[in-house]
């Protein structure tokens, strides 16, 4: 009998608990969709919350009604699709997939076209200084290196002030890709071409990551 009651005692603890923390939980996934602060897995959603809520991210993943609400609200992020396994058989999944990589193909080549723009507007306007085909190769050759590293920056940066190309994922001792023995005449050329967009993207990345 003590047993019985002992286990009605939880399950109206755990009720109660539920239905005083399931609002607060909805109330802050849906700030967190308003400031659009994404989560890359469950349990970082988890940990944000148990600060927010002053309560152990264990129990929002243990407890089905409140695991389920997370996942619901990391499906629903941007790119969410596109985080999904390549190993997953859910044929709706794999659709989005589809579409989501049909439309990110579709962007870049748009973006191709307008570097290429650029890049035939930048030809155009060394040629009308009168400069030397070597010029104009290592012209041709540095914007293909800004279209590279402004793709990629979320892994490849250009320190101005060492004069060198870094890879920000590897560790500290082998980040440089470049030193100032080879970087630097791009890095000055990058610095003398302000004028082209997206080499000035260059250098407004490098003062927003400081």
């Known amino acids: 009998m003590g047993v019985e009651r002992g286990?009605?005692?939880i399950r109206?603890?755990?009720?109660e608990r539920s239905a005083h923390l399931m609002p607060l939980l909805t109330h802050e996934l849906l700030l967190c969709k308003k400031r659009k602060i994404e989560f890359k897995s469950i349990g970082l959603l988890a940990a944000y919350l148990s600060d927010r809520l002053?309560?152990?991210?264990?129990?929002?993943?243990?407890?089905?009604?409140?695991?389920t609400v997370l996942l619901e609200h990391l499906s629903l992020q941007p790119g969410a699709v596109s985080r999904a396994s390549d190993a997953t058989l859910d044929p709706v999944?794999?659709?989005?997939?589809?579409?989501?990589?049909?439309?990110?193909?579709?962007?870049?080549?748009?973006e191709l076209r307008e570097a290429n723009a650029r890049l035939s507007r930048l030809d155009n306007s060394v040629s009308s200084h009168g400069a030397s085909k070597q010029e104009l190769d290592f012209a041709n050759l540095a914007m293909l290196v800004v279209n590279l590293v402004t793709r990629l920056d979320d892994l490849i940066s250009i320190d101005f002030a060492d004069r060198t190309i870094v890879d920000?994922?590897?560790k500290p001792s082998e980040r440089v890709i470049a030193g100032p023995d080879r970087a630097a005449a791009f890095i000055s050329w990058v610095e003398q071409n302000q004028a082209v967009p997206m080499v000035h993207m260059l250098k407004a990345n490098d003062r927003a990551s400081k």
């Not at 002053?54 to 695991?67: E, I, P």
């Not at 999944?93 to 748009?110: F, G, P, T």
Request: charged fraction near 20%; charge should be positive; proline fraction near 0%.
């Open 7 to 9: 286990a009605a005692n």
């Open 12 to 15: 109206r603890f755990n009720a």
């Open 54 to 67: 002053k309560v152990h991210r264990t129990t929002f993943l243990r407890n089905l009604s409140y695991r």
């Open 93 to 110: 999944v794999l659709q989005a997939k589809l579409a989501s990589a049909r439309l990110e193909a579709s962007n870049l080549r748009q």
């Open 168 to 170: 920000l994922s590897a």
